[in-house]
């Protein structure tokens, strides 16, 4: 296996874990804010998305797989 190519999973999984710890951070000191509780209550999806890297990765990933489950479909 390339050298390269190794790096580039292990960049991705440093960048998937330092997200995850920001995101942990951000969620402490937002998760009892009432704006962000109110947030929450209108729509979820949105004030998560828009708060969290992790939650805007997990929307993306999940419209990929429709998207390709939309192709083999056809």
Known sequence: ?????GLKGLKKLVE???ASAQ???RARK???SPK???E???DRRTALSGN?????AALSDR???AKEKGRKAR
């Open 40 to 42: 929450i209550t209108a």
């Open 52 to 56: 969290f890297k992790t939650v805007r």
């Open 1 to 5: 296996m390339p050298l390269s190519k």
């Open 16 to 18: 998937i874990v330092d």
């Open 23 to 25: 995101d942990a951070s």
């Open 63 to 65: 419209e990929k797989i």
């Open 30 to 32: 937002v998760s009892r």
């Open 36 to 38: 962000m509780q109110q």
